[in-house]
């Protein structure tokens, strides 16, 4: 089983913003070192929380401080950018760590509306042309002249496209274009995965570099050395979802100040069906949970998105889960 890692720049109360960039660096050496196969980062723009609003540049920060683990986007949010312009600038990328590129694109705008037409005045209905975009990106990633026009610079290797989503209509799009799927597990709790996998697998129309399809899921885990420890670290994201709901956003809040205050009766309902789908515990525990969910799935790969108000506990999250699958 490979493991992977999606990391979103996740800001922390009495810390700069700036802080969260500076530890994405930290954690992609740190789990490079662990052996983890890729290092994903986000974008996300105007959001008090998830602050990675630049993945093309934290990814050439990541590729000079690493040599072996690849490094992605997940993803570019296609809609707002030309397909040239982002094949340039991952075939620059691919220049800098040859055959370490990973190209994640979406379709969602990373954050509300009004941001995305200040991203892209002419945004109204671009969604729509996503299909055209990615045959766009395909040809030019690729190194090929598509349109009369090539994607410099050209090298050996090119790439890697791959297609998130958390709906069925992203896993039709990868299917059609031969492309590697990912779906995003943790912004549903697992609602849909099944339905959109079984499609993905179903509808899959083979490419040359890709003649098989491959799958993966991204979840929200995050192991301690006991699991009461796991889950007092997990209020954290807990108190994140619960105040998200009611359109609350801000920096990632200390458990302990959490747990002091507590959570009213209503607040707790809507968080005890999300701790019983939870990949939170000791790292054993959270293994075989992992382990069980992709042999559901039939996948080779998880992806693991984790949050801690402190960065050394992630990483000595990130720390136990690869030691525990490679036992």
């Known amino acids: 089983m490979k493991l992977s890692v999606l990391d979103q720049s996740v800001a922390l109360s009495g810390q700069g913003e700036d802080a969260a960039i500076r530890d994405t660096l930290e954690l992609a050496q740190h789990c490079e070192a662990l052996g983890y196969e890729r290092f994903w980062v986000s974008e996300h723009h105007s959001l008090p929380t998830i602050v990675g609003s630049a993945p093309e540049i934290l990814m050439a920060a990541i590729a000079a401080r690493t040599t072996r683990i690849r490094i992605g986007s997940a993803g570019v949010m296609l809609p707002h950018y030309a397909a040239l312009k982002v094949s340039e600038q991952f075939r620059v990328l691919e220049a800098l760590a040859p055959g370490r590129i990973d190209l994640g694109v979406g379709r969602a705008p990373g954050g509300d509306m009004r941001t995305a037409q200040a991203l892209n005045p002419h945004a109204y209905g671009s969604a729509e042309h996503f299909p055209e975009q990615v045959r766009d990106l395909q040809a030019w990633t690729n190194g090929l002249r598509h349109r009369g026009i090539v994607a410099h610079p050209r090298g050996e290797h090119a790439p890697e496209v791959w297609i998130l989503g958390s709906s069925d209509y992203g896993a039709q799009m990868a299917a059609q274009f031969g492309l590697p799927y990912a779906f995003a597990y943790f912004f549903t709790d697992g609602q849909g995965a099944e339905q959109a996998l079984d499609l993905y697998h179903r509808l899959y129309q083979p490419s040359e570099r890709h003649p098989k399809p491959h799958a993966t899921v991204c979840v929200w885990a995050l192991a301690a050395d006991t699991e009461e420890a796991a889950l007092h670290l997990a209020l954290s994201r807990e108190r994140w ?33 999300m701790r019983r789908k939870a990949f939170v515990g000791t790292a054993s525990q959270v293994t075989d949970k992992l382990r069980a969910l992709a042999s559901d799935f039939g996948l080779e790969e998880l992806v693991i998105n984790t949050w801690a108000h402190d960065p050394a506990v992630r990483r000595h999250s990130y720390g136990l889960l690869a030691r525990q699958f490679a036992a």
Not at 247 to 267: C, K, M, N, V, Y
């Open 241 to 273: 979802r619960v105040d998200r709901n009611r359109g609350l956003l801000g920096p990632l809040q200390s458990p302990d100040q959490i747990a002091e205050r507590g959570f009213t009766p209503d607040e707790l309902a809507t968080i005890e069906p």
